[in-house]
């Protein structure tokens, strides 16, 4: 034996080094704190007295015996396993750690089950080998040899699987098979689906956790209808496990099995709570209101994140239009489509829905149902395919998500201020405008005009919050406030910023991603947008006005832009060197082409033979009109390379002149193929069947070439000459 094994105190033979030794270790240092009467300090079963009682004897004596319960394992240890405790405090940790790294079932503190409550028995004394046997069955569905090992012995339908939370009948629920579920279920009764694991988690949590069919949810509750209400440690039911992972069908029919009873008593509001907030993040708006419209109280009521459902709404932009980014047919489709509100479904609607399934087999048997429900499917499918049922979907859920606002406006102008703070009604007006929820903050503030006047941790209104995160559509609601919105131009942050200082900071890059502008060059010129529009409204006085940083809006829209107007530069340069091969390319084909003629000249006259042609006219005026756009484009390109890139640059003067490069690109290569088409005409005389596939194949790679430049030709022109992103004729909406 080594000389560092040899404990010098006595108290074991060995001192500890690992799991070879452990259990002798183990067994020596019990005896040792047995005799001491210091065995309740390491098992610790009950809680040690609190440090505030300091001053009197019992901590005191508790301290002291920690104390020398944790040098005896201190001591026993060696310096590898000491240097797993040596920063403990407590005896109990330093004992449970050590059979942790020992790598031995260490005393686990279990999760508050509710009291009463029947746990999984872990340790069955099942053999392993007809566990095995049984999972093998499942796994083949081999529904035979399951029917038979569960006969022989009726435990195996809870046996746990390799000492976890999970048993066999988890792992038929996890393949979902409703035979093997329904076998299962014959052998097993219902305190069996009572049983909850080390979680408080019953089999119906986890298979509405881990299954989206809610036929399986069904034979459970048909076996024992208590799972439904039935809390996990964290005091969540079933319902709230299948919403927050997201399984609609299983949501819906759990909660059309919970009684509404239930889910709308004050003494379960954090589940009601829980499952209204996991609804709206789900997009489930209807299902919310259904459920708020019986109390609207539980939107703002906080789960256990410190979340609520108003919280919740205002994080969803797209269920509100003006965040959908709907082109310009997609909206004309929204605006044509008309939204009959369903009615909010309830639990009477669907009680009867195992009768009905029967009632409607036996009508889809007839041969015209079918054929209906062909059709139906057929009409479907091609609204889906050309997107109308998206769109039409997403005008449904804007429809439930509005009443849902409403409800919540309504129910905000019952509180106190106390109220408000408590339900985080700030937190989600901040929220909604710093995603440009503007519908959010209309309705709300409609309602509860106090709120207009509500300001963020830095003393931002909504309309400087708004600047400072780039959401055009929320600031424009200050052009609907009249006289109003000069109370504003006055405010200052914390950091005495006014309106315009926040339009000199540079916009964050996230928001110039969802608002899908690429180059940096449009990026800069919608910089200057926001800053040419702010200064619009900012009375001259505040245009020199100094923040705390003794910087003037323009000195800090120069110092956070330097970086931007580089790339900037360097963006204009690259897309107008980009095409300058094919403007030079065209130049030489079209000035070559001007001299060897279709035809050819007169010998004697030296005049083009075919001059009278009316083909041979259209060559020449498409070629000359395909050789000066070319050129132009050209020189426009040697001005692009050599201008001036100030920042202010890029607002009107440098969008301009690659508009202008653009477009005469593309004239040129329009006539060009002009030119190329009249010269096959007049080679070929007329024969269509060749000149079609000629013009179509050599025009196919410069229409490409057109098709992925003319987006970006329409987005500066649009972004130039547009209507602008702001609404400067917005109504007066308070």
């Given at each position: 034996?080594?000389?560092?094994?040899?404990?010098?105190?006595?108290?074991?033979?060995?001192?500890?080094?690992?799991?070879?030794?452990?259990?002798?270790?183990?067994?020596?240092?019990?005896?040792?704190?047995?005799?001491?009467?210091?065995?309740?300090?390491?098992?610790?079963?009950?809680?040690?007295?609190?440090?505030?009682?300091?001053?009197?004897?019992?901590?005191?004596?508790?301290?002291?015996?920690?104390?020398?319960?944790?040098?005896a394992i201190q001591i026993s240890c060696d310096p590898i396993m000491l240097s797993q405790i040596r920063n403990m405090t407590t005896a109990k940790d330093a004992w449970n750690t050590l059979a942790q790294v020992c790598q031995l079932p260490m005393p686990q503190q279990a999760p508050q089950v509710p009291q009463g409550a029947p746990q999984i028995q872990v340790a069955r004394r099942i053999s392993r080998t007809r566990i095995l046997e049984l999972l093998k069955a499942i796994k083949e569905s081999s529904l035979e040899p399951t029917k038979s090992l569960?006969?022989?012995?009726?435990?195996?339908?809870?046996?746990?699987?390799?000492?976890?939370?999970?048993?066999?009948?988890?792992?038929?629920?996890?393949?979902?098979?409703?035979?093997?579920?329904?076998?299962?279920?014959?052998?097993?009764?219902?305190?069996?689906?009572?049983?909850?694991?080390?979680?408080?988690?019953?089999?119906?949590?986890?298979?509405?956790?881990?299954?989206?069919?809610?036929?399986?949810?069904?034979?459970?509750?048909?076996?024992?209808?208590?799972?439904?209400?039935?809390?996990?440690?964290?005091?969540?039911?079933?319902?709230?496990?299948?919403?927050?992972?997201?399984?609609?069908?299983?949501?819906?029919?759990?909660?059309?099995?919970?009684?509404?009873?239930?889910?709308?008593?004050?003494?379960?509001?954090?589940?009601?709570?829980?499952?209204?907030?996991?609804?709206?993040?789900?997009?489930?708006?209807?299902?919310?209101?259904?459920?708020?419209?019986?109390?609207?109280?539980?939107?703002?009521?906080?789960?256990?994140?410190?979340?609520?459902?108003?919280?919740?709404?205002?994080?969803?932009?797209?269920?509100?239009?003006?965040?959908?980014?709907?082109?310009?047919?997609?909206?004309?489709?929204?605006?044509?489509?008309?939204?009959?509100?369903?009615?909010?479904?309830?639990?009477?609607?669907?009680?009867?829905?195992?009768?009905?399934?029967?009632?409607?087999?036996?009508?889809?048997?007839?041969?015209?149902?079918?054929?209906?429900?062909?059709?139906?499917?057929?009409?479907?499918?091609?609204?889906?395919?050309?997107?109308?049922?998206?769109?039409?979907?997403?005008?449904?859920?804007?429809?439930?998500?509005?009443?849902?606002?409403?409800?919540?406006?309504?129910?905000?102008?019952?509180?106190?201020?106390?109220?408000?703070?408590?339900?985080?009604?700030?937190?989600?007006?901040?929220?909604?405008?710093?995603?440009?929820?503007?519908?959010?903050?209309?309705?709300?503030?409609?309602?509860?005009?106090?709120?207009?006047?509500?300001?963020?941790?830095?003393?931002?209104?909504?309309?400087?919050?708004?600047?400072?995160?780039?959401?055009?559509?929320?600031?424009?609601?200050?052009?609907?406030?009249?006289?109003?919105?000069?109370?504003?131009?006055?405010?200052?942050?914390?950091?005495?910023?006014?309106?315009?200082?926040?339009?000199?900071?540079?916009?964050?890059?996230?928001?110039?991603?969802?608002?899908?502008?690429?180059?940096?060059?449009?990026?800069?010129?919608?910089?200057?947008?926001?800053?040419?529009?702010?200064?619009?409204?900012?009375?001259?006085?505040?245009?020199?006005?100094?923040?705390?940083?003794?910087?003037?809006?323009?000195?800090?829209?120069?110092?956070?832009?330097?970086?931007?107007?580089?790339?900037?530069?360097?963006?204009?340069?690259?897309?107008?060197?980009?095409?300058?091969?094919?403007?030079?390319?065209?130049?030489?084909?079209?000035?070559?082409?001007?001299?060897?003629?279709?035809?050819?000249?007169?010998?004697?006259?030296?005049?083009?033979?075919?001059?009278?042609?009316?083909?041979?006219r259209v060559f020449v005026i498409s070629d000359a009109i395909s050789l000066s756009a070319s050129t132009t484009s050209m020189l426009i390109f040697v001005g692009i390379l050599t201008s001036r890139y100030t920042a202010h640059d890029f607002l009107i003067s440098l969008p301009n002149k690659l508009i202008i490069r653009l477009s005469f690109l593309f004239i040129s290569i329009a006539a060009m193929m002009v030119a190329f088409s009249s010269t096959v005409f007049i080679m070929l005389k007329g024969q269509l069947e060749i000149i079609i596939p000629i013009?179509?194949?050599?025009?196919?790679?410069?229409?490409?070439?057109?098709?992925?430049?003319?987006?970006?030709?329409?987005?500066?022109?649009?972004?130039?000459?547009?209507?602008?992103?702001?609404?400067?004729?917005?109504?007066?909406?308070?």
């Open positions: 034996m080594e000389a560092h094994n040899i404990c010098s105190s006595a108290i074991v033979a060995q001192v500890l080094n690992g799991a070879s030794n452990y259990e002798n270790w183990k067994a020596c240092v019990q005896n040792y704190l047995l005799v001491r009467d210091l065995c309740d300090v390491v098992e610790q079963t009950s809680e040690p007295p609190q440090q505030e009682e300091g001053d009197g004897a019992d901590f005191k004596a508790w301290r002291k015996r920690n104390l020398s319960a944790l040098h569960l006969t022989s012995q009726g435990h195996l339908a809870t046996a746990a699987i390799c000492d976890s939370s999970f048993t066999t009948f988890h792992f038929t629920i996890f393949k979902g098979q409703l035979d093997m579920i329904d076998e299962f279920l014959s052998t097993m009764s219902e305190e069996d689906l009572k049983l909850q694991d080390r979680t408080g988690r019953t089999v119906l949590h986890r298979a509405s956790t881990y299954t989206k069919n809610s036929k399986i949810a069904q034979s459970l509750i048909r076996k024992n209808g208590e799972l439904l209400t039935v809390q996990d440690c964290r005091g969540d039911i079933p319902l709230n496990y299948a919403c927050w992972i997201g399984h609609k069908d299983m949501t819906h029919y759990l909660c059309n099995m919970t009684t509404r009873e239930f889910l709308l008593s004050p003494e379960n509001e954090r589940q009601a709570a829980l499952f209204v907030k996991d609804c709206i993040n789900n997009k489930w708006f209807d299902v919310a209101l259904d459920l708020l419209r019986h109390r609207p109280q539980l939107a703002f009521a906080k789960e256990r994140t410190g979340v609520n459902a108003a919280l919740a709404l205002s994080c969803q932009p797209s269920g509100f239009p003006s965040s959908s980014g709907f082109s310009f047919w997609q909206r004309w489709i929204y605006s044509c489509l008309k939204v009959k509100q369903p009615k909010a479904w309830s639990r009477e609607d669907d009680v009867h829905i195992n009768t009905c399934e029967l009632q409607d087999q036996k009508e889809m048997k007839n041969f015209t149902t079918q054929v209906a429900g062909q059709l139906l499917r057929l009409g479907s499918n091609l609204l889906k395919f050309f997107g109308i049922k998206q769109i039409y979907d997403l005008k449904l859920a804007h429809v439930y998500a509005h009443e849902l606002l409403l409800l919540m406006a309504e129910t905000i102008a019952t509180f106190e201020i106390e109220q408000l703070y408590q339900g985080l009604v700030n937190h989600a007006i901040i929220n909604a405008a710093q995603r440009g929820m503007m519908e959010f903050i209309v309705e709300i503030i409609k309602r509860n005009l106090d709120l207009l006047m509500m300001s963020d941790v830095d003393d931002r209104s909504i309309f400087h919050i708004a600047i400072a995160h780039r959401q055009e559509k929320v600031f424009s609601l200050i052009y609907g406030l009249d006289t109003i919105k000069y109370i504003f131009v006055s405010f200052t942050d914390k950091n005495s910023n006014n309106m315009l200082h926040l339009a000199g900071k540079l916009s964050p890059q996230s928001q110039l991603k969802l608002q899908q502008i690429s180059g940096a060059a449009l990026q800069m010129q919608r910089e200057l947008q926001w800053f040419k529009e702010v200064e619009s409204i900012i009375p001259p006085m505040y245009k020199e006005y100094r923040n705390k940083r003794g910087e003037t809006p323009y000195e800090a829209f120069d110092q956070s832009h330097a970086k931007l107007v580089k790339e900037g530069e360097k963006w204009m340069k690259d897309r107008a060197q980009s095409s300058s091969v094919v403007g030079t390319l065209i130049i030489t084909i079209m000035f070559a082409a001007l001299f060897t003629v279709p035809g050819g000249p007169n010998q004697e006259t030296g005049v083009p033979i075919l001059l009278r042609k009316k083909h041979f013009v179509v194949l050599v025009g196919f790679p410069i229409g490409l070439f057109v098709w992925l430049q003319f987006p970006l030709l329409a987005k500066i022109f649009i972004s130039t000459y547009g209507p602008g992103i702001f609404d400067k004729k917005m109504k007066k909406w308070l």
